[in-house]
């Protein structure tokens, strides 16, 4: 999974004819931390989405504007626009994070 680490990124990112999977985390998350263990099988499985991570706590605006407001969360975007948003409490299991996948592909 490749970081974003500025607006730019993000925006040039998000604006691709590309469906581009972002989970919002932060260092301090343990949540974030358990779904670190188990999400590599899951990105190998649905790799027709470009996977991306951003620290919230590093871009607070993108998070504010895309109403993250509980981390993990996974956002689906393309053509600029927010196609899914998995959040926090609904991603905490390997099972929730590929029933949402299922529903995206």
């Given at each position: ?17 590309e469906k ?60 600029n626009e ?24």
């Amino acid at each position: 999974m490749k970081t974003i680490t500025t607006n730019e990124q993000f925006n040039e990112l998000i604006a691709s004819g590309e469906k581009v999977l972002v989970k919002f985390y932060a260092g301090w998350c343990p949540d974030c931390t358990r779904m670190n263990m188990f999400i590599d099988p899951i990105i190998e499985e649905y790799n027709q989405f470009d996977w991306y991570e951003l620290n919230r706590d590093e871009l607070p605006e993108i998070a504010e504007k895309y109403d993250v407001m509980g981390i993990p969360s996974l956002l689906i975007f393309k053509d600029n626009e927010k196609l899914a948003h998995l959040h926090s409490a609904n991603a905490k299991s390997p099972e929730q994070v590929t029933d949402f996948l299922k529903t995206q592909v």
